[in-house]
């Protein structure tokens, strides 16, 4: 599906250079994970950052199918600033106890966001 690799390469683009990202079976149209090592304890080499689970609704997804080639450009254009915005905000430090999992963020992508 070129939306779901579209939408990957903009994820990769934004996010840290060493970010792990994992698509994730749910019940979005397309279920993202994304998070890398903070090295900010020195007890914990290797804690994770919160994690960014981005979700694309099933209504996105067919919206832009059906978009007219310029449509799909604007649609990227203002999921590629929602991305950057939200990691702009985004503190991905967090006090969990070693042994939970980290805290997650959920951020969507849905019809209001690709149709503008």
């Known amino acids: ?42 007890e914990r080499p290797n804690k994770m950052s919160k994690t960014i689970a981005i979700t694309v609704s099933h209504e996105a997804a067919a919206d832009f199918a059906n978009a007219s080639a310029a449509d799909k450009t604007k649609a990227f254009n203002r999921i590629n600033l929602f991305l950057k915005q939200n990691l702009a905000q985004f503190d991905p430090s967090h006090n969990a106890p070693k042994y939970d999992p980290p805290p997650t963020e959920k951020w969507i992508i849905n019809t209001a966001l690709v149709n503008g």
């Open 1 to 42: 599906m070129a939306f779901e690799e579209d939408i990957l390469n903009a994820i990769k683009a934004v996010m840290p250079i060493d970010a792990t990202i994992q698509v994730v079976p749910g019940v979005g149209c397309l279920n993202v994970g994304v998070s890398w090592k903070l090295n900010d304890d020195p």
